[in-house]
């Protein structure tokens, strides 16, 4: 009977140790177990935030708010509460987030997280989604090239500086890059993934000439309005044949615009507050619900076929001749929201002064070289003056 019991007692000892050893295996890796403690230190949650309520340290921080873990690696962190309107955190980044190299995906909610992004961060070889989003961040963006796999990147509204390194042009995976409200500078690089569906570089310093073939024919959604680009874009636009959006207002973009884009799937247009020239000559009829192209040194005869526009704002050029008669047709239908055509050279357009608009729609003709025909709001940029003055349009030809 006592051999029994000894034998008893080692079985179940062995069985305790089995266990224990199991529990040991499912353990954070030490090293991501440090890097979170440095990154706890490194942050706080700011007034009315909870958020690191759970990040107790003597229990298993696979069960923190914001940590998931695969094995013993935590593979994404995100830091903050993610609800609507939640505050966020303070603090700056610590360095030893590069150790956690498991990591898939990184982010952090809307806050005053100021400071650099860690160089570190370029170890996270397995990292796919970065979203660093509306804090403090300044600096310039660190060398990010060797995180191959990354698919989106997001480091809007922030404060960071510097130019747009050549390496993030050459990451094989991407698929959304997000730079927008920023104070970056400099050229942007030409990009190699095939899988690029959306380029927000809006409200930058960003300049120069946007090469032909830098933009792949994959994007869906650009957004470079607000910087300082320069150049022609009529070998640049006509790959970009996927196009949903499409904006590039408010730059020193030059030349013709290629009549190609007006048959793109495009919802919305913007392309005003530049120095496009020359006729625009879509090849159909234009079924874009908002296209403009005001502010610009466009000139010649109005196309007809942008008569299928709902939203229309052609205002501020060089446009010579009648308003076509088909705009008249819709106008009065009530298929045209809005039909800016004020500040051009137009002489004419075929509607009756009794004519009754549509409370739905708009029309301004203010500052053309004739009386405008009809009486209707203007927005108040177009000035008190109706008509231009006779030796302007007796100067400009088009």
Known sequence: MLNFMRELVVILLWFFFLLQIQHCSAMLNPMDFLALQAIRKSLEDMPGS???????????????AGVYCEGE????????DPRAGAPGLSGRIHPSIGKLTALAEF??????IMGALPATM?????????????????????????????RT????YNQLSGGIPWSLGKLPQLTN??????????????????????????HNELSGPIGPYSLPPSLNYLSLSWNRFSGRVDRVLPRLNRLHYL??????????????????????????????????????????PIVDLSHNMLYGPISPLFATVQNLYL??????????RVFVDRLLAGSIRLLYLQHNYLTGMPIKPRSSIPMSSSLCLMYNCMVPPVQSPCPISAGSMKTRPTSECSEWKG
Do not use: M
């Open 73 to 80: 690696r935590v593979v994404a962190l995100n830091l903050g």
């Open 315 to 324: 205002n501020n050029n060089r446009f010579t001749g009648s308003v076509p």
């Open 153 to 156: 990147l997001d480091l809007s």
């Open 177 to 202: 890059l997000i730079l927008c409200h920023n104070r970056l500078s400099g050229s942007i690089p030409p990009f190699v993934s095939r899988s690029l569906t959306r380029l927000d570089l809006k």
């Open 107 to 112: 982010t952090v909610v809307p806050g005053r």
């Open 122 to 150: 370029s170890q996270l070889k397995n990292l796919r989604f970065l979203a660093v989003s509306r804090n403090f961040i300044f600096h310039e963006i660190p060398a990010l090239g060797e995180l191959r796999k990354l």
């Open 247 to 288: 904006d590039l207002s408010l730059n020193r973009f030059s030349g013709p615009i290629p009549g190609c884009i007006f048959g793109f799937p495009i919802n919305n247009l913007q392309l005003e507050r530049n120095q496009f020239s020359g006729p625009v000559q879509p090849r159909t009829s234009v079924t874009i």
């Open 50 to 64: 909870r958020y690191f309520s759970s990040w107790d340290f003597t229990s298993d921080p696979c069960n923190f």
